[in-house]
């Protein structure tokens, strides 16, 4: 098993005839994903790799069933495209493109909230992706670096997430899925909520955390650890140095006062009894533990 996404998930690209959508969607394809649909507003009738492209979303759902959607939307137009996505009825939706506008994001966090109970769940804005090993991908991770397995991954650095699945890789640990949350200061799902879809799946023995400076996710995903989590989980928190006040390249690792710092951050993984890993390599002997 796996969590949100397998071989068997019928995904919708929208954005599809773009330049970075029809590269991606042919580097999904590659790895296996089941891509049945593409949509772009005014270029319904083509096709983009043999997938057939609509005009919107709730017909290329009626017409062939997709399930879950992967934005190469421009920024100005992921809103508009978020909410005719959710109101089509997709529950799987990846926003992949950055610079959408904080109060943008904010609206669609809002409005996902207000869907949840019909078992919508959304990943972004500016993530890579989710990709569960061996079966299907969607987003932009690189796929050689990642082998099936048990060991849950969530991030909110794309490349940190693909550092931590290649080390394990190499030293013959698989990952179940794994999944980059976002790095905007706005995430349209918090680290609880995917904490909570890998303690519920039989396939993921242990969970890898890979956090950063800014915002409070990683405390709240303490509590959450400290409270409901059984299974093992190990979190690297990136920004030691990060000087206070100052951006580290995402724009959601800034730390303001006393919030967000790499020391209550770390302080709050050892309160919840999860594993400290100094450095990334330190996985491979976390992972040796967890078995």
Do not use: C
């Not at 926003?95 to 959304?122: I, N, T, W």
């Not at 940190?160 to 990952?175: C, N, P, T, V």
């Amino acid at each position: 098993m796996s969590i949100l996404l397998n071989k068997n998930t019928r995904v919708l690209v929208q954005g599809i005839t773009g330049k970075i959508g029809t590269a991606q969607t042919h580097w999904m394809l590659a790895y296996g994903t089941n891509i049945v649909a593409g949509a772009t507003p005014g270029k319904g009738g083509n096709t983009v790799e043999g997938i057939p492209v609509f005009d919107s979303v709730r017909e290329a759902r009626e017409r062939t069933g997709a399930e879950a959607s992967v934005f190469f939307v421009p920024a100005p137009f992921v809103l508009d495209a978020f909410v005719e996505t959710v109101d089509a009825g997709i529950n799987l939706i990846v926003v992949v493109p950055e610079h959408v506008p904080v109060h943008d994001a904010m609206r669609m966090k809002a409005y996902a909230r207000r869907h949840e109970s019909r078992g919508l769940f959304a990943l972004g804005p500016t993530t890579p992706g989710i990709l569960t090993a061996g079966e299907a991908k969607m987003g932009i991770m690189p796929a050689s670096l990642f082998n099936p397995g048990s060991i849950g991954i969530i991030s909110r650095s794309g490349t940190l997430s693909y550092e931590m699945a290649g080390i394990l890789s190499h030293a013959g640990f698989g990952q179940s899925t794994v999944v980059g949350m976002g790095a905007d200061p706005v995430a349209l799902a918090s680290l609880s909520m995917i904490l909570e879809q890998f303690e519920n799946d039989p396939a993921t023995r242990g969970v890898v955390v890979v956090g950063e400076v800014g915002g409070a996710q990683e405390e709240e995903a303490a509590q959450f650890i400290l409270e409901k989590m059984k299974k093992p989980v190990a979190a690297y928190i990136a920004g030691r140095f990060a000087p206070e006040g100052k951006r580290m390249g995402h724009a959601g690792a800034i730390i303001r006062g006393s919030q967000g710092t790499f020391a209550s951050k770390i302080q709050a993984f050892q309160d919840a009894h999860a594993t400290i890993l100094k450095s990334p390599i330190e996985v491979v002997e976390w992972a040796q533990n967890v078995g």
